[in-house]
């Protein structure tokens, strides 16, 4: 075995002449085991929301998004989008034609982001999982329907039982704008309100899904849409991206292919930054934890005069009986970090399995979600062991620093 190695572990399990010393290090340790357990727990935790809205973003936006980038609309024609139909990773292609509007509901007047959307969409569209009252429904008979965010619908008092239309406004793209008449150079359709879904705050306060065919009309268009969406349900990342690389090539420089990422680079880099500020809090709180080990060991080398001028008699160098007490004080680090990982990990994968730590009010879920990520374990363990060896480290390099001055 190592000889330095061995000395730290015999000291370290070894009783001390003062038993403050094993208080501190007993201490030492149990700090770094919780301040572990507690960034494995907080980041599995946020893993777990970050998963969450994820996934509920994804029954809005969908994998794919193409978009013009010369003018706000364009017509979907061409051979590239007969080859994105035989991909076998593409689940469904729809198209949209997104603007802002105005509307009006028994009374109450607002600006809504309406969005109309295809047959396709209407049947496949993974929303309606997230229907809150009626229906997903865009169509009966040849009566034309739209949902609602549940904060527009609030806000506005639309409810899908109620037989009074949605009446949505916007100014027409063919006629000028008439001073004795304005209402003649807006134009309008009616829709009857069948749903009310949740997403999240941002989206329900403004979204109203209506058929294209209304949204064309409002819009004075025949054929032209302001994307098509591309959903690849299953998909890897890889072929996700490859779909994208090919549709690009194929579409040119006047279109613009987006993932999810892109489609929503602000909300997905404030949930990195977040995390990333999550990790540094907690440790910076384990590092402040890990001064108790500079203080045991201090105390600890003290005690071990005796010892170390008996190693120096035995041609033990310097360099040797520094390295036994940074690995004594090391090695306190670790035992909690190995503890912390042991309580972070199996706490986590009991709240996965059984939920016993419920969500407050009234929430999408039940329990708190929690993810646990191999990657945050191994990085959670690196920052703590080398916090651990470098406050091992000062007592060590101070006590040298003094020695050599008095000599």
């Given amino acids: 075995m190592n000889l330095p190695l061995f000395i730290a572990w015999r000291y370290l399990f070894a009783r001390k002449s003062h038993n403050v010393i094993n208080i501190i290090s007993a201490i030492s340790a149990t700090g770094m085991a919780i301040g572990t357990a507690a960034l494995i727990i907080i980041l599995s935790i946020y893993n777990g929301f970050d998963s969450l809205v994820k996934s509920m973003l994804g ?55 309406a969005k109309g959307v295809d047959r396709i969409y209407e049947e496949e569209s993974p929303l309606r999982e997230h229907i809150t009252t009626g229906a997903f429904s865009l169509h009966r008979g040849d009566v034309p329907q739209a949902v609602a965010g549940a904060g527009l619908a609030y806000r506005m008092g639309m409810n899908p039982r109620f037989v009074s239309p949605v009446e949505i406004y916007f100014p027409s793209r063919t006629r000028n704008i008439s001073l004795s008449n304005p209402a003649a150079s807006i134009e309008s359709v009616k829709v009857y309100p069948s749903g009310i879904f949740s997403i999240n705050n941002e989206i329900d306060n403004s979204l109203i899904i209506i058929p294209i065919e209304k949204m064309r009309g409002l819009l004075e268009y025949d054929n032209e849409v302001s994307g098509v969406e591309i959903r690849m349900e299953g998909a890897s990342a890889k072929e996700i991206r490859r779909v994208k690389e090919e549709i690009g090539r194929q579409l040119g420089p006047g279109f613009k292919v ?42 600890l080398i003290i005690e071990k005069q005796e010892d170390i001028r008996t190693f120096r008699s035995m041609g033990a160098s310097d360099r040797l009986m520094k390295r036994v007490f940074v690995l004594e004080g090391w090695m306190i680090s670790l035992l909690g970090l190995a503890a912390g990982i042991v309580i972070g990990v199996g706490f986590a994968l009991l709240q996965q399995h059984f939920g016993f730590i419920r969500m407050p009010g009234n929430f999408v879920i039940q329990a708190y979600p929690i993810i646990i990520s191999w990657t945050d374990i191994l990085i959670t363990a690196a920052g703590v062991a080398a916090i651990g060896y470098l406050i091992a ?15």
């Fill in 258 to 299: 987006s993932d999810r990422f892109e489609q929503n680079s602000s909300l997905y880099k404030m949930m990195r930054y977040e995390k990333v500020s999550i990790y540094l809090i907690l440790i910076f709180i384990i590092l402040i934890i890990a001064f108790n080990i500079f203080g045991s060991l201090s105390m």
């Fill in 59 to 113: 029954n809005v936006e969908p994998d794919l998004l193409i978009t013009s980038e010369r003018s706000k609309t364009f017509v979907p024609e061409g051979s590239v989008y007969d080859w994105i139909y035989e991909q076998e990773s593409v689940t469904s292609m729809c198209t949209v034609l997104q603007e802002r509007v105005f509307i009006s509901y028994d009374g109450r007047q607002g600006i809504a982001e």
């Fill in 393 to 407: 480290l000062l007592p060590v390099a101070s006590f040298y620093r003094k020695e050599s001055r008095r000599v």
